[in-house]
């Protein structure tokens, strides 16, 4: 079990060095530069901050800085792959280990990335978390009962629902919800700033509108999972035995039916996040989502590199403690 | 023979009851595993429905200029009024009160909104169409190799793809269309090209496992060993035994590759990173669903009708889409992925 968990960890390093140099790529691909201002900055001003953020180095690797170093007649071989790794990006990935991004190029260097995303991502969090309690506390149940009524009104009204639920995508909902609200019932669903510092009554509506997705998935899923195990042995056995129907359910059919459960809440882990980019836009939310897409318009490269890093990371992250999981709980994953 | 009984009809997991003998199957005639699939796909209302809705809408995509009441493009705020609402909603202002010439009202310049939705059907059909075909071509390939050939080809090909997997897919897209979306190459075809590109290059990783589960248990069975006896070389025996056995999951996996990217479109298009919208007056692509919904929301308490008509429009379509995707796979009894 170490072994199989040490291994999965693990994973997370290649998938994010990967992600990091394709970004890393693609924004050098970008056209414009951090300095780009409507008035042009002078060549010297401009010279400077690029010296100032090592953004005069080569891009990938620097051979030029071995040879000067080499030619200083330097042996150390440390001293050497130093001067040889002294490039932008493996400068960017040496300071990824102690979480440092780097300035945010919107701010002109006053702020930096992992600042903003300390100050916006616990508010990100919250309204994560209420949609993901909000999807699993209901829609466990819901899936339950559709399936122990199977064919009744409860399982096909639960079907309709999770059905539009999986198919309309969360932004629609979102933008139906704010028309409807604040044009049909003169409520604006808009909320002032101070009200998302604690865990109040803001977070409802945006964490359930985010929720949803991953509540319908959840439905289906519990569903059919459930109505495979009903029809299993070890269910009919249990209820020869003169089980009561609540052992039944309980003992025999939800220990086994809600393990595949656990492979949905990886991929709701990224619908989380990508879901709170436009939710959070909608609906005004001050968090990292928000600030993303403000980074998007302002083009602001390091700020959307960092940021989307940090979501990768976190995906994968999250992939792989429903990994570890789901080998804690079928012992017969840790062996694939 | 294992893959055989997944085509072999058999009572859905949805539905327990044998299948009840009918016409030419209890005359002894037989029937052919389409025709098996067909007719259960077809007794399924809601797939028919989704069916007909998305060929009303390549209806729709083909006969614009037909269809659309003005021209989607023209900018004319004298006659057409700027946030004019939709035809059924009076509004103090005359300029502003709907009227049945622009059924759901204009745009900030006098654009008709139900011509530009009529037309933005185009660009949203080909999205959602375009990117699925790529995505088959580069990973059911990927699925057969990794799986037919095994051994080091499969290690390294199933290592890429779990890198390709754990990319989160709507963040490569948004930093693609970034980067790129000001180059040369970005502002072909205003951006529908780059957009396209985009949608095609990550997506490909389910559409590879699943071939490559599905190659995986069919190269055991007997009538590939047979084929191989037979002296057929690697080529005839993936592409003629082991591909159309394979077919039905990869056929069910692809319906669902649509809704996703209709869907990537909006959302690149609401945060203004989509496709940019034409004004040649004859463009044959002038808008999007996605720009829509991006100067929809920027307008929605003037002219709540630029914001709800093409929400509307991204979720019937996904929802027709999903229905499509629901029946096929009940159709062809392939198992909901875990």
Avoid at chain 1, 266 to 291: D, H, K, Q, Y
Wanted: aromatic share 8%; net charge positive.
């Amino acid at each position: 079990m170490l072994r199989f968990v040490l291994r999965r960890v693990l994973w997370v390093v290649p998938v994010v060095l990967v992600v990091a140099a394709i970004t890393f790529a693609l924004m050098h691909r970008a056209p414009g530069g951090p300095w780009d201002r409507v008035k042009p900055i002078p060549a010297a001003t401009r010279a400077n901050l690029d010296a100032k953020f090592g953004l005069d180095k080569p891009i990938w690797i620097n051979p030029g800085a071995l040879r000067a170093e080499r030619d200083r007649g330097t042996v150390n071989p440390f001293v050497l792959g130093r001067a040889f790794a002294d490039s932008q990006f493996l400068n960017y990935l040496g300071n990824l280990v102690l979480f440092d991004f780097g300035p945010s190029y919107q701010s002109r260097g006053t702020t930096t990335v992992q600042e903003i995303i300390g100050a916006k991502f616990p508010v990100s969090a919250k309204l994560g978390m209420v949609g993901l309690v909000f999807a699993v506390v209901v829609g466990i149940p819901l899936g339950v009962l559709a399936a122990l009524r199977q064919r009744s009104w409860v399982d096909h009204l639960t079907l309709a629902v999770s059905t539009v639920g999986v198919a309309v995508p969360s932004f629609v909902i979102a933008i139906m919800l704010l028309i409807v609200l604040s044009r049909r019932f003169g409520v604006s669903p808009l909320r002032r700033p101070e009200e998302w510092d604690g865990l109040g009554r803001a977070y409802l509506l945006p964490g359930i509108v985010l929720g949803l997705g991953v509540l319908a998935v959840l439905v289906r899923l519990t569903r059919s999972s459930l109505l495979e195990v009903k029809r299993q042995d070890h269910v009919r056995t249990a209820r020869a035995k003169g089980l009561a129907e609540g052992m039944v359910v309980r003992r025999h059919m939800l220990r086994n039916g809600l393990i595949p459960i656990v492979t949905v809440l990886g991929p709701a882990g990224a619908e989380l996040i990508t879901g709170s980019i436009i939710v959070e836009t909608i609906f005004n939310v001050p968090g990292l989502g928000r600030e993303f897409v403000d980074a998007i318009a302002a083009r602001d490269y390091s700020m959307i590199m960092g940021t989307t890093l940090f979501y990768a990371a976190l995906i994968a992250l999250a992939n792989v403690a429903v990994d570890v999981a789901y080998g804690y709980l079928d012992p017969r994953i840790r062996r694939a | 023979m294992a893959a055989r009984a997944a085509l072999r009809p058999r009572p859905t997991t949805d539905d327990p009851r044998p299948t009840p003998l009918r016409g030419a199957a209890r005359l002894g005639t037989p029937r052919s595993l389409r025709g098996d699939a067909w007719r259960r796909f077809r007794r399924n209302h809601l797939a028919i429905a989704g069916a007909a809705y998305l060929v009303l809408l390549v209806g729709v995509a083909a006969f614009a200029p037909a269809i659309a009441p003005q021209n989607p493009v023209r900018t004319d705020v004298k006659v057409a009024g700027a946030y004019r609402q939709a035809a059924w909603v009076e509004d103090a202002n005359p300029k502003r009160t709907g009227s049945w010439e622009y059924p759901l009202g204009t745009d900030s310049v006098g654009r008709d909104v139900l011509s530009r939705l009529v037309y933005g059907a185009r660009v949203s059909l080909l999205v959602g169409f375009l990117p699925a075909v790529a995505i088959l071509a580069i990973g059911v390939p990927i699925g057969l190799v990794a799986g037919y050939l095994g051994g080091l080809v499969d290690g390294l090909l199933m290592r890429i793809t779990d890198v390709v997997y754990a990319f989160p897919a709507l963040l490569f897209f948004i930093v693609m269309q970034v980067a790129l979306g000001e180059t040369r190459f970005g502002g072909m075809l205003n951006g529908l090209v780059l957009l396209l590109v985009t949608l095609s290059v990550l997506s490909w990783t389910g559409i590879a496992r699943v071939v490559r589960g599905a190659t995986l248990e069919l190269k055991e069975a007997e009538f590939v060993l047979a084929a191989r006896s037979g002296g057929a070389g690697i080529g005839r025996v993936i592409g003629r035994h082991v591909l159309p056995n394979a077919l039905a999951p990869v056929i069910v996996a692809a319906a669902f590759l649509a809704p996703g990217a209709i869907v990537a479109e909006a959302i690149l298009g609401y945060l203004g990173i989509g496709i940019r919208p034409d004004v040649a007056l004859d463009a044959p692509l002038p808008s999007s669903w996605g720009t829509m919904i991006f100067d929809g929301y920027r307008a929605w308490q003037s002219q709540a009708w630029m914001l709800i008509a093409p929400s509307l429009a991204v979720a019937l379509t996904t929802l027709a889409c999903t229905f499509v995707g629901d029946g096929l796979r009940d159709a062809l009894d392939v198992r909901e992925g875990r």
